[in-house]
C-alpha cells in the first residue's frame, strides 16, 4: 500500500551506520526526510548520498534529519559509505539504514514491483513535526534525484506551517509569496506588514515573510 500525503509515516526500529534507530523518537520534534536508494555500491547512488551529504549543514539549519535507506546488510552500507567519501569528496554524517529483509521498504511502499521486486525505487518522504507525510516524490533508478529541490520544497513547507502563504511555480527562497486564501483583505496589513500586490481577488503576493 503507499502513503499518501497526510498519513502517519509508519515508525520502526532499524539498524543504520549510525546505530540503532527507533524511527519518530529518533526525528524528535523537528521535521525528516527519508529517501530510498536501489543498492549499494552502484553509480547514481553513490552521486546521490554524496550530494545529500554536502547538503546537511542546510538541513540542519532548517530543523531537518535526514535518513537513507536501501535493502543492502549493514556492512555493505559501511563498506560503501568509504567509496561515497572518496569519490564524493565528503563525509557521509547521517544514517544509513540497513533494510535487508524489506521491512521498512514495504510499509513506506518502496518497492514498485511491476519495476522490479529486487529493489527499492528512488523514493523521498518529507515528515513534518506531527509525523505526517508532507511530499512524497518517486524517481526512477536511472534519474539522479534533485537534492536542492527537496531543500526548496522543506522552505516552502516550513513557510506554509508558520506563515499564511503558499508558493507560486518555481519559486525560490527569497522570492515573492503567494497569500492563502483563508486570509481576508483587510487582515492582510497586519499579518504582512512588509505589503502586498493584489493582482487578483484570489491572488495576492507578499515579501517572503520571515526573511
Ligand atoms: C545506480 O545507482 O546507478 C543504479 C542503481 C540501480 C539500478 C540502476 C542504476
Redesign the pocket.
Known sequence: MSLRLGDVAPDFTAETTAGTIKFHEWLGNGWGILFS???DF???????LGAMSKLIPEFTKRNVKVAALSADPLDSHKKWVNDINETQNTTVNYPIIADPEFKVANMYGMVHPNV?DK?TVRSVFVIGPDKKVKLTITY???T?RNFDEILRVIDSLQLTANYSVATPANWKNGEDVIITTAVKDEDIPAKFPKGHKKIKPYLRTTPQPNL
Open positions: 536508494h536501489p543498492a552502484t553509480p547514481v547512488c553513490t552521486t546521490e522490479t529493489f526512477p533508478a536511472s539522479g
